[in-house]
């Protein structure tokens, strides 16, 4: 399927290093290590297991992420189509052998890591589009029967991880093909189809739901409807946010977080637990950060002349700034309670590997630029 010359280049070492998008690299060093404090933080400023976990995690992708780098772009198109069929098999996997925790059967035990194969799902449904859409006819684009494996290929492993369940990151799966869809040229009117078939179904979906997810849509509309229950969650980090005022209370010094008003303060609300502690300002810098990697990330599919390339670097760009904004939005109130988590800030380590697995790829277009992928 692949040769040697697929992961190496006549590219030299150095030429490869002088390659890397050092912006884009010390974006991510600086969101990583504001995360490493921010989880020292939500031990009440003890190194626990948490942040120790986190810490060792972030370490070990980052160099990850610099080491994937360096597979030629070439590598990444030969192997799209496995990678989406390997962590659909993971899917798969946690549907017949999977943990359960809370309820929820998401995770497989790897030995090395209890994975989370939908958020890797989110990156290799991207990369599979790409590759079919890359030297596709525009004219074929729009076929009817070129519509057909795109749609099996996004509602498959959606519909997994709906059963998990785990409607939020389904449903960002589920974005992230629209997204390459759309980039690569698809007609507006099937995505017209597509919403009002979504719409007509949504009463019997949602008949369908766990009763912890129907609370949550409730909860959304009205959380003081139920304050010490469902809507509990989100109240708790609206004040806490509010209390950060300009400036912030300090590090340490989160009182919503530090007298356990705030639950879950590690995982999906760690923006929160931020936002009280350095205030307005602190939440503008975390959200620059945010803006110079997605943009560094569009940049690299501005330069990289394989329209592989461009679909996936602009497609992984807006999924990333979608999971940005839904978390941000959920901890705001803006949006339902979802359990999508802030990117290398919240803690997990399926969602840190996904996302820095995401970042190499991209890098490997920005080293490899002038590369051919096929």
């Given at each position: 399927?692949?040769?040697?010359?697929?992961?190496?280049?006549?590219?030299?070492?150095?030429?490869?290093?002088?390659?890397?998008?050092?912006?884009?690299?010390?974006?991510?060093?600086?969101?990583?290590?504001?995360?490493?404090?921010?989880?020292?933080?939500?031990?009440?400023?003890?190194?626990?297991?948490?942040?120790?976990?986190?810490?060792?995690?972030?370490v070990?992708?980052?160099?990850?992420?610099?080491?994937?780098?360096?597979?030629?772009?070439?590598?990444?198109?030969?192997?799209?189509?496995?990678?989406?069929?390997?962590?659909?098999l993971?899917?798969?996997?946690?549907?017949?052998?999977?943990?359960?925790?809370?309820?929820?059967?998401?995770?497989?035990?790897?030995?090395?890591?209890?994975?989370?194969?939908?958020?890797?799902?989110?990156?290799?449904?991207?990369?599979?589009?790409?590759?079919?859409?890359?030297?596709?006819?525009?004219?074929?684009?729009?076929?009817?029967?070129?519509?057909?494996?795109?749609?099996?290929?996004?509602?498959?492993?959606?519909?997994?991880?709906?059963?998990?369940?785990?409607?939020?990151?389904?449903?960002?799966?589920?974005?992230?093909?629209?997204?390459?869809?759309?980039?690569?040229?698809?007609?507006?009117?099937?995505f017209?189809?597509?919403?009002?078939?979504?719409?007509?179904?949504?009463?019997?979906?949602?008949?369908?739901?766990?009763?912890?997810q129907?609370?949550?849509?409730?909860?959304?509309?009205?959380?003081?409807?139920?304050?010490?229950?469902?809507?509990?969650?989100?109240?708790?980090?609206?004040?806490?946010?509010?209390?950060?005022?300009?400036?912030?209370?300090?590090?340490?010094?989160?009182?919503?977080?530090?007298?356990?008003?705030?639950?879950?303060?590690?995982?999906?609300?760690?923006?929160?637990?931020?936002?009280?502690e350095?205030?307005?300002?602190?939440?503008?810098?975390?959200?620059?950060?945010?803006?110079?990697?997605?943009?560094?990330i569009?940049?690299?599919?501005?330069?990289?002349?394989?329209?592989?390339?461009?679909?996936?670097?602009?497609?992984?760009?807006?999924?990333?700034?979608?999971?940005?904004?839904?978390?941000?939005?959920?901890?705001?109130?803006?949006?339902?309670?979802?359990?999508?988590?802030?990117?290398?800030?919240?803690?997990?380590?399926?969602?840190?590997?996904?996302?820095?697995?995401?970042?190499?790829?991209?890098?490997?277009?920005?080293?490899y630029?002038?590369?051919p992928?096929?």
């Amino acid at each position: 399927m692949f040769t040697s010359g697929s992961i190496q280049s006549t590219l030299s070492f150095r030429e490869k290093v002088y390659s890397i998008d050092y912006i884009l690299v010390f974006s991510i060093l600086i969101l990583g290590i504001i995360s490493m404090f921010a989880m020292y933080s939500t031990g009440r400023g003890t190194y626990d297991y948490h942040t120790k976990s986190h810490i060792l995690r972030f370490v070990v992708f980052f160099f990850f992420f610099i080491a994937i780098s360096f597979f030629q772009s070439k590598f990444w198109y030969q192997t799209a189509t496995v990678i989406y069929i390997v962590f659909f098999l993971l899917l798969l996997g946690v549907k017949y052998f999977g943990l359960t925790s809370s309820g929820s059967q998401r995770w497989i035990n790897l030995y090395v890591i209890n994975l989370q194969p939908s958020e890797l799902m989110k990156i290799g449904l991207i990369m599979f589009l790409a590759k079919y859409y890359h030297r596709m006819p525009t004219t074929d684009v729009n076929k009817i029967k070129f519509l057909f494996l795109p749609i099996v290929v996004l509602i498959a492993p959606a519909l997994l991880v709906v059963t998990q369940p785990d409607l939020g990151t389904a449903l960002l799966i589920a974005a992230g093909g629209v997204i390459v869809a759309w980039l690569a040229g698809v007609r507006i009117k099937f995505f017209a189809y597509a919403s009002i078939i979504f719409l007509s179904l949504a009463p019997i979906a949602i008949s369908f739901l766990k009763p912890y997810q129907k609370a949550r849509i409730l909860t959304f509309f009205n959380p003081d409807k139920d304050p010490l229950g469902a809507g509990y969650q989100i109240i708790q980090s609206k004040i806490a946010i509010g209390s950060g005022g300009f400036f912030g209370k300090g590090f340490l010094n989160g009182s919503q977080s530090y007298l356990d008003f705030l639950p879950e303060k590690h995982t999906d609300f760690i923006f929160t637990l931020f936002s009280e502690e350095f205030g307005f300002f602190g939440s503008v810098f975390i959200l620059l950060l945010y803006y110079l990697i997605i943009s560094r990330i569009v940049k690299i599919g501005h330069i990289t002349r394989s329209n592989f390339g461009k679909l996936y670097c602009y497609s992984f760009a807006t999924a990333f700034f979608i999971y940005v904004v839904v978390n941000m939005g959920m901890v705001l109130g803006l949006l339902p309670i979802v359990g999508a988590p802030l990117p290398i800030m919240s803690y997990g380590g399926s969602s840190m590997l996904a996302i820095m697995f995401g970042l190499g790829v991209a890098m490997s277009f920005r080293i490899y630029k002038d590369s051919p992928v096929n």
